[in-house]
Every structure is written in C-alpha cells, then in structure tokens.
C-alpha cells in the first residue's frame, strides 16, 4: 500500500532528540553528579554546553572531560543563590556562545536530619539552593533565551511527592521547584518557552547519594525504597532531560518527568 504524501510530510524528525549540533545549553550544578552527567550526555549528542559551579577545580575537571571526549565546553564560577552574580554570568555566557537553547537548573544540597534537630540555617540552606537558586538561574536566563523553541529543565525529586523522614528541607525545596515549574510554564508558554522538570531517584556515584547513604543501613534503605530495587545512573537522567529538550517534546511543558525508580511508590520508613 502507498503511503500518503500528506502523511509522509507531517511525519515528526526521529532524529531530533538525538541531535544537539548548534545548540547553546546551560547547566548549574554541573560541574558533579547528575549535572556532570546531563553536560556530558548533551556534549555527546552536539551541543555547546556551559557549566556553573561553586568550586573551580570542579568544574576544571569537568570541562576538561568534555573536551578530552571530543565535546564542547566552558566553565563559569557563581552560587546560584546569589541572584545578581547569576544573572551577570549568564549574560556573559549569551555574550561568547550566542542565544541559550536550554538551560538545566541541577545544583542541590541534602542531606539527613529530623525535623526536631535541625537548624533554621540548615533548612534555609536548602531552600536557598534547590528553590531559589533555581528560580535565580530560570528568571536571569529569560531575556537570553532563544524564543520560541527555548526549554527550561529543573531537577526534583521524589520528595516533592511523597513525605519521607529526615527529608524535611529537601521535601519542602523540591515541592517548591514543581510549583514553580507549573507556574512558570503558565506564565512564559506564550513566548514559546517550554518549562518541565525531571525527577530522579538515587543515582549511583553521586555526591548526593553518598552524603545519604552514610552508613550500610541506610544505603539499603534507599535502594528499598524503590520499585526497582537498585539505584540509577547518571545517563538515565540525562536521556530524560534531552527527550524533554528536544522537538519531540515540542508540545510538552508544565511537566515532572519521573525517572526515579518508582520511589514515588516506594515504603519509606526510617531505617
């Protein structure tokens, strides 16, 4: 049987999510862990990526991995919480590289405490670097952004959906970034800038995963906590992040992606 012309020419680019030659793609936190991971995956697939990070050495090494692969890469120090110094390196990333593509807000801290211990500065800390620091990155890179086409892509968790103990800062944080992905995406789709999240469960090799995992005990109660059973990798959060940068998401925004395991489903109960 032919097929119709009409519908061999609507038919979508397959090979679009895998093609990020041209691209300009900016990732805070990701000079380690899933932002490392998200920077190379992208440098593979073509794009030009810019890191931001804290500490230099960091992210030395980490451009220094793209390149050594064949990627594209450039490094800029700045604390996402501080929202001035944010916004004056990102313009300076749309200075040398040209209009941002995508940016993927990454930085995080966690760690595990109760409730009952915690400082008001511990809870704060958190809060000002998952929430406000993603807020800082997405609000700066708005007037910078290729539009339409751009996508904005923060990083939850599944903390955000479900209560676990010792997880009283992060549960808050990451609750926070899904609300602010549904409104921005609210407020900015009519520039044609599309505004999701992925949300990761325990990833392998990680800092984060480390910094939770601080005694035998617990690690097994975060593996337990997952439908699957076993932690995640790095390239699993970078192939959802590119799906939801690319043309094939097109008609996507305002989204979590969970890529987490199923700890969403999981029993938590403290180890």
């Not at 010792?166 to 009519?190: S, T």
Request: net charge neutral.
């Amino acid at each position: 049987m032919t097929i119709p012309e009409t519908l061999t020419q609507n038919q979508p680019d397959r090979s679009a999510a895998a093609d990020y030659r041209g691209k300009r793609v900016v990732i805070s936190g990701g000079s380690s862990g899933i932002g490392l991971g998200i920077a190379q995956h992208l440098a593979a697939l073509g794009a030009q990526v810019a890191i931001l990070g804290r500490t230099q050495d960091k992210l030395d090494a980490a451009t220094a991995s793209i390149i050594a692969a064949g990627g594209h890469a450039a490094g800029f120090s700045v604390d996402v919480r501080d929202a001035a110094k944010v916004a004056e390196t990102l313009a300076a990333c749309r200075e040398q590289h040209g209009e941002i593509d995508a940016l993927i807000a990454a930085a995080a801290g966690n760690f595990f405490v109760p409730a009952a211990k915690m400082s008001a500065n511990a809870f704060k800390t958190v809060i000002d670097i998952d929430l406000v620091g993603t807020f800082n990155v997405f609000s700066a890179a708005l007037p910078l952004l290729r539009k339409p086409g751009a996508s904005l892509i923060a990083i939850t968790a599944p903390q955000a959906q479900r209560a676990m103990p010792l997880q009283a800062h992060a549960c808050a944080a990451k609750a926070g970034i899904d609300m602010l992905v549904k409104c921005l995406a609210l407020e900015w789709g009519a520039l044609g800038v599309r505004v999701n999240a992925v949300s990761p469960g325990p990833i392998a090799d990680t800092e984060g995963l480390s910094k939770l995992s601080a005694s035998p005990e617990i690690e097994t109660f975060v593996r337990e906590a997952t439908a699957l059973k076993r932690f995640g990798k790095a390239e699993d959060i970078a192939q959802a992040v590119a799906f939801l940068c690319s043309a094939q998401a097109g008609y996507v925004t305002g989204s979590i992606l969970d890529c987490d395991g199923g700890m969403r489903l999981g029993n938590f109960h403290s180890p």
